[in-house]
């Protein structure tokens, strides 16, 4: 992820923790900075996530593979 595209989530992300608390949603903001202190860690575990579901997709799409031997 570059620069840009981390400094527009942070901005979205800070918008909404003060959308949500000048509602009263203290919770939900909390939630939001906590969120937004870890993108960098969210952000690597969504790449483990498609990582791992791109090779079992690839492994799988293999039809050949399954195939009975005689």
Known sequence: MNESTKSLIR????ALGVLLA???LA???????????????IWDAAL???GFGTSVAAFLSGKERFEERS
């Open 48 to 50: 483990v996530l498609v």
């Open 22 to 24: 000048a509602l009263g």
């Open 27 to 41: 919770d939900a903001s909390e939630l939001v900075n906590g969120t937004l202190a870890q993108l960098d860690s």
């Open 11 to 14: 901005h979205i992300l800070t």
